[in-house]
Nanobody
């Protein structure tokens, strides 16, 4: 069964940087490389929102609030997804989740169904 595990969260000051990782297991290397993967976040009292996504061909998409600051990438040899976050702001504070495309996923973003989720990693940006 597919499993996603995030790491790399923590606390940083306004303007700092952080890199999140998401290790996928339960996939063959070929299957993982064919998946669209995404990063989402949820702040207290707010709905979960899409942050960044990367398709199987490496094309990327970003939510407007993070464009120019965040970079999503993947290493298919390691079945790992990354999110490099620069120029962090207090409003970036949230629980960050990685997600994988699945045919019966209930979350739609950018025309993609996301149905597998990690447990999340907390990112806190202080002013």
């Amino acid at each position: 069964q597919a499993q996603l595990v995030e790491s790399g969260g923590g606390s940083v000051q306004d303007g700092g940087s952080m890199r999140l990782s998401c290790a996928a297991s339960g996939y063959t290397g070929y299957t993982y490389s064919k998946l669209c993967m995404g990063w989402f976040r949820q702040a207290p009292g707010k709905e979960r929102e899409g942050v960044a996504a990367i398709s199987s061909d490496g094309s990327t998409s970003y939510a407007d609030p993070v464009k120019g600051r965040f970079t999503v990438s993947r290493d298919n040899a390691k079945n790992t997804l990354y999110l490099q976050m620069n120029s962090l702001k207090p409003e970036d504070t949230a629980m960050y989740y990685c997600a994988a495309n699945s045919p019966d996923g209930r979350t739609w973003w950018l025309g993609v169904r996301f149905g597998y989720w990690g447990q999340g990693t907390q990112v806190t940006v202080s002013s």
